[in-house]
């Protein structure tokens, strides 16, 4: 498939894209900042949708495409972007900056990988290379656990930002071990079937993806925030109950217009099975709890998970507000 060299390109700088030009008609206040550490890939086809929904109630929504979750974290950090798009936990606990996760995006739903020619189980790793998104991200927490698990250490972590670009890398030879998304996995499977392993993961409840903000930012923008929660729940829940809206919604806001025919092929059986692991309703102090359980056995986090407290981490305001008025699922 072609992913991979359009994600090659597009990851080589950071890439500054706003979503849809003004509304006509709207007057807009100042524009909300997303920094947002990937590119715009078929995976994210729901959430820049839900944008141009924001957009549509009057939210200047500005989003720039930036090549790791560190980076799009450190323009949140500096003022350079109002929210960041990722999984901020250890920089919240390590950095202590004022900022507030306030709705989960995704969960973790990845899949560690080898190729067999090298390693056929979690012991084979031992000592060797592995290679993850990005540093404190979800991918590099799983695989983290999984070698505290399984008895081992790796000798050495290479942060290799997309999931496409990891499962080219695998195709070339260039990786060996990984861990890939489900798309990713059907591309293997498909490429070079038997050549690849899948690993045995087990249960992960936990945050993949969040949205989070300087809480100053939270606290005076509480209209366009809400707007923008709603806007993305309501877009999700739409797609829950039938994953092929997401094809209707590129159409509606001419989203991905350079997709090639083989990433335009994946959108269905994409969201067919992302579809069924959507948070309807933001995650809040639920999802909060699984990641501090997830996140400090993983080593993410640090201290006991019973005595980390949500309100250190989230800001449920706009969520809450959000969910008494359209309800919860």
Same mark, same amino acid.
Not at 175 to 181: C, E, G, P, W, Y
Not at 186 to 192: C, D, P
């Given at each position: 498939?072609?992913?991979?060299?359009?994600?090659?390109?597009?990851?080589?700088?950071?890439?500054?894209?706003?979503?849809?030009?003004?509304?006509?008609?709207?007057? %807009?206040?100042?524009?909300?900042?997303?920094?947002? #550490?990937?590119?715009?890939?078929?995976? @994210?086809?729901?959430?820049?949708?839900?944008?141009? =929904?924001?957009?549509?109630?009057?939210?200047?929504?500005?989003?720039?495409?930036?090549?790791?979750?560190?980076?799009?974290?450190?323009?949140?950090?500096?003022?350079?972007?109002?929210?960041?798009?990722?999984?901020?936990?250890?920089?919240?606990?390590?950095?202590?900056?004022?900022?507030?996760?306030?709705?989960?995006?995704?969960?973790?739903? %990845?899949?560690?990988?080898?190729?067999?020619?090298? *390693?056929?189980?979690?012991?084979?790793?031992?000592?060797?290379?592995?290679? /993850?998104?990005?540093?404190?991200?979800?991918?590099?927490?799983?695989?983290?656990?999984?070698?505290?698990?399984?008895?081992?250490?790796?000798?050495?972590?290479? *942060?290799?930002?997309?999931?496409?670009?990891?499962?080219?890398?695998?195709?070339?030879?260039?990786?060996?071990?990984?861990?890939?998304?489900? @798309?990713?996995? =059907?591309?293997?499977?498909?490429?070079?079937?038997?050549?690849?392993?899948?690993?045995?993961?087990?249960?992960?409840?936990?945050? $993949?993806?969040?949205?989070?903000?300087?809480? $100053?930012?939270? @606290?005076?923008?509480?209209? $366009?925030?809400?707007?923008? /929660?709603?806007?993305?729940?309501?877009?999700?829940?739409?797609?829950?109950?039938?994953?092929?809206?997401?094809?209707?919604?590129?159409?509606?806001?001419?989203?991905?217009?350079?997709?090639?025919?083989?990433?335009?092929?994946?959108?269905?059986?994409?969201?067919?099975?992302?579809?069924?692991?959507?948070?309807?309703?933001?995650?809040?102090?639920?999802?909060?709890?699984?990641?501090?359980? %997830?996140?400090?056995?993983?080593?993410?986090?640090?201290?006991?998970?019973?005595?980390?407290?949500?309100?250190?981490?989230?800001?449920?305001?706009?969520?809450?507000?959000?969910?008494?008025?359209? #309800?919860?699922?």
């Amino acid at each position: 498939m072609n992913m991979f060299a359009r994600r090659m390109r597009a990851s080589a700088v950071a890439a500054v894209l706003c979503l849809s030009a003004a509304v006509p008609g709207l007057a %807009f206040a100042d524009p909300m900042r997303v920094a947002f #550490g990937d590119i715009a890939t078929v995976e @994210s086809l729901h959430l820049l949708a839900a944008l141009e =929904r924001a957009k549509e109630k009057g939210v200047d929504v500005q989003v720039t495409f930036l090549k790791s979750e560190d980076i799009a974290a450190q323009a949140v950090v500096s003022g350079q972007a109002d929210i960041g798009i990722g999984g901020p936990y250890a920089l919240l606990q390590k950095v202590k900056a004022p900022i507030r996760i306030f709705l989960q995006l995704s969960k973790l739903q %990845f899949y560690p990988v080898v190729n067999t020619e090298f *390693y056929k189980e979690w012991k084979d790793l031992n000592g060797q290379e592995i290679a /993850v998104h990005s540093r404190g991200s979800g991918t590099e927490a799983i695989m983290q656990l999984m070698a505290d698990k399984n008895g081992i250490a790796y000798s050495n972590i290479s *942060y290799v930002p997309g999931a496409e670009v990891r499962t080219g890398a695998l195709l070339q030879g260039n990786v060996k071990a990984t861990i890939v998304d489900s @798309s990713g996995k =059907r591309i293997l499977e498909k490429e070079a079937p038997g050549k690849f392993a899948f690993l045995p993961l087990g249960e992960v409840a936990a945050t $993949d993806e969040a949205l989070f903000a300087n809480t $100053d930012y939270l @606290s005076k923008n509480t209209k $366009d925030v809400e707007i923008l /929660v709603e806007a993305i729940l309501t877009t999700w829940r739409e797609v829950a109950a039938d994953p092929k809206a997401t094809i209707a919604l590129r159409e509606k806001y001419k989203l991905l217009p350079d997709a090639t025919p083989e990433m335009v092929a994946d959108i269905d059986p994409y969201f067919a099975e992302a579809a069924a692991t959507l948070p309807l309703n933001g995650g809040g102090e639920d999802a909060a709890k699984d990641d501090f359980d %997830f996140y400090t056995v993983s080593g993410a986090l640090e201290g006991k998970a019973a005595d980390l407290k949500v309100e250190d981490f989230w800001d449920l305001t706009a969520l809450n507000a959000v969910l008494a008025k359209i #309800g919860t699922k």
